[in-house]
């Protein structure tokens, strides 16, 4: 079924509400910006940013995910406007986001960031070695490796991929070679559970943060929602190693709790410790499921934009307001303070 798009009303400036963005943007809430569900490998739970995941839509040809709408002068248009009216930290995700023939031309226009704002790229880090010499020109701060596995046979369990670990350690060192701040990502699963240490012990030894991650459910993985693993293990190991120990559960989002290990940060997104919920989220009917909150704006490469993973409905569309990146902005501030205030 076609999900109808939210088209928000342009508004000048002046008559515009932007206190619910900056409030976002305060709480260092994230602009992820999807270059299209396309990737080369098919991990089981993937939410492809609210798209149609790559393995279900290659199990089911009758899943169509989005077409693409925007080039690359449009995702810079929309990154601009959106970084102009006060959002700080951006994320280039897909899909893989190095499949994607846009990748290279919108991170070569990005604009130059302040002093307070971040590029940072999420990758599974098999394109990162061919993609390399352009990579190295780009302004990114950082890059984020998605790294579930730790042996063949798990990435290929889980990514549904003829691919070997190497290609993802090699593009790790890859992105090492280039960019300063390189992280791990890692989701805490039954198909996994074995590796979760050794994947810490690699990222330590090359005094690279780790994010460990709690499944985040959706309609595209509900049924395989009892492969997923609470953080406890991971985080009674983590108080073996070390004391020091905070919780964070200001900002958006979820709750972490952030571990330092010989000065290396180690954070674990733990759901016990609560999300950030707004007007919306107080009827909404997927309140039950909802591990995020409102946490992320996330633009897909059909020009949409949604404020909740779980809420397609809610998704508005700025293809007619491409040519006015001022009332691109403001209404974008005026979804969000609608949403923020649960009358969307």
């Not at 899943?63 to 995702?75: E, G, I, M, T, V």
């Not at 951006?90 to 971040?118: H, K, N």
């Not at 934009?305 to 501030?333: F, I, S, Y």
């Amino acid at each position: 079924m076609k999900v109808p798009l939210t088209l928000a009303p342009p508004r000048t400036r002046d008559e515009t509400d932007w206190t619910a963005l900056l409030n976002f943007a305060a709480l260092r809430g994230q602009l992820r910006v999807s270059f299209g569900p396309a990737c080369n490998i098919a991990c089981w739970f993937c939410h492809d940013e609210g798209d149609i995941p790559p393995g279900l839509a290659r199990r089911d040809r009758s899943k169509k995910q989005r077409p693409r709408s925007l080039c690359a002068d449009h995702y810079v248009t929309v990154i601009t406007a959106l970084m102009n009216a006060g959002l700080k930290r951006v994320y280039f995700t897909g899909g893989e986001p190095l499949t994607s023939p846009l990748a290279r031309p919108v991170l070569e226009q990005l604009p130059a960031p302040g002093p307070d704002t971040s590029y940072t790229l999420i990758t599974n880090g098999t394109r990162v070695r061919a993609s390399q010499n352009w990579l190295a020109d780009v302004p990114l701060d950082k890059v984020k490796v998605s790294l579930h596995y730790f042996s063949d046979d798990t990435f290929r369990a889980i990514a549904d991929t003829r691919l070997g670990i190497a290609t993802v350690l090699d593009g790790i060192e890859a992105a090492r070679e280039i960019f300063e701040q390189v992280e791990v990502n890692c989701l805490l699963l039954k198909d996994n559970a074995h590796e979760v240490r050794p994947v810490l012990d690699f990222a330590l030894a090359r005094r690279m943060p780790v994010q460990f991650i709690e499944l985040v459910g959706t309609d595209f993985n509900e049924d395989r929602a009892d492969a997923a693993v609470p953080a406890d293990d991971i985080v009674a190991h983590l108080r073996t190693l070390t004391r020091d120990e905070h919780t964070e559960v200001a900002g958006v989002g979820q709750g972490r709790r952030v571990f330092r290990v010989d000065g290396i940060e180690i954070d674990v997104i733990h759901r016990n410790l609560g999300r950030h919920h707004v007007g919306q989220c107080g009827t909404c009917p997927q309140r039950t499921k909802c591990v995020e909150g409102l946490w992320a704006l996330r633009v897909d490469h059909d020009g949409g934009l949604q404020p909740c993973l779980l809420r397609g409905d809610l998704r508005m569309d700025l293809k007619a307001l491409l040519e006015d990146p001022a009332h691109l902005a403001a209404a974008v501030a005026g979804h969000i303070a609608a949403f923020t205030e649960g009358t969307l």
